[in-house]
C-alpha cells in the first residue's frame, strides 16, 4: 500500500524533477533552491542518484541511478512506481544539460510534457559536443519539450543550434543575497577594496 505524502489534497499537480548529480546545498544550490521555491503549488519529487543536504518531508527523493534512467526498460519500471506512488503527475523538469537528456526518456515515458532548465556549460560546452548532439536533437524531437535558459544569450545560442524558438525562454533567476553566507575570500577583496 502507497500512502500519499499529501493526504489533504490528492490531487495537487506533482513534478518530477531529474538531477543527474546529487541534490545539494554545496554544487548548484540554486536547483534546490528552484525545487524548494514550488512547493506551495506542486508536489515534488527529486529523482537523483544521491543526496547530499537535509529537505523537507514534503520534498520527496527517489534514488535512480543513471544506468536506470538511460535504460528504456528500466526507466518505464521507474515510470509505473512513480505513477503508482505519485499521482497527478504533470511534469519532468530536467535541471541542466545531462538533467535534461536523462529525463526525457522519463518523460516519454510517463506521457508528460518535459522542461529542460540549461544553464551555462550545457549550452556552451555539451550542446555543440557531437557525443551529446543526438541526445539533445532527440529532447528537441518531443513536442512537448520546452526549455528555459538563465540568460538571454543561453536562449540564443539553443536556437542557433536548432532548437525552436517558440519552445526556448528566457528566465533569469533571482538570488536572495540575505540568505547567501559571502565566501571568506570575497569579504578579504572588499575589505581591501575598501582600504584603498
Given at each position: 500500500?502507497?500512502?500519499?505524502?499529501?493526504?489533504?489534497?490528492?490531487?495537487?499537480?506533482?513534478?518530477?524533477h531529474?538531477?543527474?548529480h546529487?541534490?545539494?546545498?554545496?554544487?548548484?544550490?540554486?536547483?534546490?533552491?528552484?525545487?524548494?521555491g514550488l512547493?506551495?503549488?506542486?508536489?515534488?519529487?527529486v529523482?537523483?542518484?544521491?543526496v547530499?543536504?537535509?529537505?523537507?518531508?514534503?520534498?520527496?527523493?527517489?534514488?535512480?541511478?543513471?544506468?536506470?534512467?538511460?535504460?528504456?526498460?528500466?526507466?518505464?519500471?521507474?515510470?509505473a512506481?512513480?505513477?503508482?506512488?505519485?499521482?497527478?503527475?504533470?511534469?519532468?523538469?530536467g535541471?541542466?544539460?545531462n538533467?535534461?537528456?536523462?529525463?526525457?526518456?522519463?518523460?516519454?515515458?510517463?506521457?508528460?510534457?518535459m522542461?529542460?532548465?540549461?544553464?551555462?556549460?550545457?549550452?556552451?560546452?555539451?550542446?555543440?559536443?557531437?557525443?551529446?548532439?543526438?541526445?539533445?536533437?532527440e529532447?528537441l524531437?518531443?513536442?512537448?519539450?520546452?526549455?528555459?535558459?538563465?540568460?538571454?544569450?543561453?536562449?540564443e545560442?539553443?536556437?542557433a543550434?536548432?532548437?525552436?524558438?517558440?519552445?526556448?525562454?528566457a528566465?533569469?533567476?533571482?538570488?536572495d543575497?540575505?540568505?547567501?553566507?559571502?565566501a571568506?575570500?570575497?569579504?578579504?577583496?572588499?575589505?581591501?577594496?575598501?582600504?584603498?
Amino acid at each position: 500500500m502507497i500512502l500519499d505524502p499529501f493526504p489533504d489534497d490528492p490531487d495537487r499537480p506533482t513534478i518530477v524533477h531529474v538531477r543527474t548529480h546529487a541534490l545539494s546545498d554545496r554544487k548548484a544550490p540554486f536547483i534546490r533552491q528552484t525545487i524548494l521555491g514550488l512547493r506551495p503549488w506542486f508536489r515534488n519529487v527529486v529523482v537523483t542518484p544521491d543526496v547530499d543536504c537535509l529537505n523537507p518531508t514534503d520534498v520527496r527523493i527517489e534514488k535512480a541511478s543513471l544506468a536506470t534512467l538511460r535504460d528504456p526498460v528500466a526507466c518505464f519500471g521507474l515510470a509505473a512506481h512513480l505513477r503508482d506512488a505519485y499521482p497527478s503527475i504533470a511534469l519532468v523538469m530536467g535541471h541542466m544539460g545531462n538533467g535534461c537528456l536523462t529525463g526525457a526518456p522519463l518523460a516519454a515515458a510517463l506521457d508528460v510534457p518535459m522542461l529542460g532548465i540549461f544553464g551555462g556549460s550545457d549550452v556552451n560546452v555539451e550542446f555543440p559536443k557531437p557525443t551529446y548532439r543526438a541526445a539533445y536533437e532527440e529532447l528537441l524531437r518531443m513536442p512537448s519539450a520546452r526549455l528555459l535558459t538563465v540568460a538571454r544569450y543561453l536562449r540564443e545560442k539553443l536556437v542557433a543550434n536548432g532548437a525552436p524558438a517558440e519552445r526556448v525562454t528566457a528566465w533569469h533567476r533571482g538570488v536572495d543575497f540575505a540568505r547567501v553566507r559571502r565566501a571568506d575570500h570575497a569579504a578579504r577583496l572588499g575589505a581591501s577594496a575598501e582600504e584603498k
